[in-house]
């Protein structure tokens, strides 16, 4: 007969089992799954979404989805700037084609109106060669990535190709996030989506 603590045993090798047989989650949004989690490699550790929206544009034409991925998950903009951790933003395309020129051209428009002229000034530099990377086009379903590598930069990729990375430290990166998670986002509710604070839509 089991005794109270055999049974306790089986009862929880079921649940890791259980556990450890799940297949990995997506999260569903306008049609396109996001993976809930991007597995570790050889060059990085494992990324958890933390928030996902659709940016819009003239509140009708909806243009990419957004999704911020983190290896150290939070729900605060703070801690996120704080943070020297591997992060990366990811852009899926809801348009039938758009130039990259022209989502480095939104990009830059945005950092202006969310970080202080002097910080853009100092990190002017750095701008130039990420934006540089930006070239060719982008059609509906692709991807395009902005990756903050700890030690190593800012890492480009659109459509699936890298462009390269730029050694520029985090500072250079939290520009970016701002232009989701700062003072002036697409929408309120886009940056608590973003953060993880609201459902995705």
């Not at 603590?5 to 569903?28: D, G, H, N, Y």
């Not at 852009?91 to 428009?109: E, G, P, Q």
Request: with cysteine; aromatic share 10%.
């Amino acid at each position: 007969m089991l005794n109270y603590q055999s049974l306790r045993r089986i009862v929880l090798s079921m649940t890791f089992l259980c556990f450890v047989s799940l297949p990995a989650k997506a999260l569903l949004i306008n049609k396109y799954d996001l993976p809930d989690v991007i597995a570790a490699d050889a060059d990085k550790p494992e990324l958890r979404l933390q928030g996902a929206a659709v940016r819009s544009w003239y509140l009708m034409v909806k243009g990419y989805i957004g999704a911020l991925y983190l290896e150290e998950p939070t729900n605060s903009a703070e801690e996120i700037y704080a943070s020297d951790s591997y992060q990366r933003m990811a852009f899926v395309m809801l348009v039938s084609k758009m130039s990259a020129r022209r989502i480095a051209n939104a990009f830059y428009d945005s950092i202006q109106l969310n970080s202080p002229p002097a910080e853009q000034e100092a990190m002017k530099d750095d701008l130039e060669q990420i934006f540089a990377l930006v070239d060719g086009s982008m059609k509906i379903g692709e991807q395009a990535v902005f990756e903050y590598l700890p030690g190593k930069g800012l890492r480009v990729e659109i459509a699936g190709v890298e462009k390269g990375i730029v050694p520029a430290r985090k500072e250079v990166f939290n520009l970016f996030l701002r232009v989701w998670i700062g003072e002036t986002p697409p929408s309120k509710t886009f940056k608590a989506q973003i953060l993880g604070l609201a459902p995705a839509t």
